[in-house]
């Protein structure tokens, strides 16, 4: 069983950057990056393959947000640049155990990090 744990969130001013932190307590391959927030569904923000190589992201996030990682520190990274309150959600980490391509949906990932808050005031 992997243990995913978040960090690096907080509260920001609209414009400003953030960088989320996930670190694994063992081997993972795709991870992603999803949050909720407050009466909504969880949705997707971010992925990468194990390699880094491909990534895929939200329309809503693209272009402010990058997604990287470091394998040997079994941690994946979300910056994220230019908040908008709209961004403000808790923030979950993802990981598969499977080595496939990243996907969009929840369903694939098998070990989920209990989330980080992040607050983006107007």
């Known amino acids: 069983q992997v243990q995913l744990v978040e960090s690096g969130g907080g509260l920001v001013q609209a414009g400003g950057s953030l960088r989320l932190s996930c670190a694994a307590s063992?081997?993972?391959?795709?991870m992603g990056w999803f949050r909720q927030a407050p009466g909504k569904e969880r949705e997707f923000v971010a992925t990468?393959?194990?390699?880094?190589?491909?990534?895929a992201y939200a329309d809503s996030v693209k272009g402010r947000f990058t997604i990287s990682r470091d394998n040997a520190k079994n941690t994946v990274y979300l910056q994220m640049n230019s908040l908008k309150p709209e961004d403000t959600a808790v923030y979950y980490c993802?990981?598969?155990?499977?080595?496939?391509?990243?996907?969009?949906?929840?369903?694939?990932?098998?070990?989920w990090g209990l989330g980080t808050q992040v607050t983006v005031s107007s």
């Open positions: 063992g081997r993972t391959f795709a």
């Open positions: 993802a990981a598969d155990s499977i080595p496939r391509i990243g996907s969009r949906e929840p369903s694939q990932y098998n070990y």
């Open positions: 990468i393959t194990w390699g880094g190589s491909n990534t």
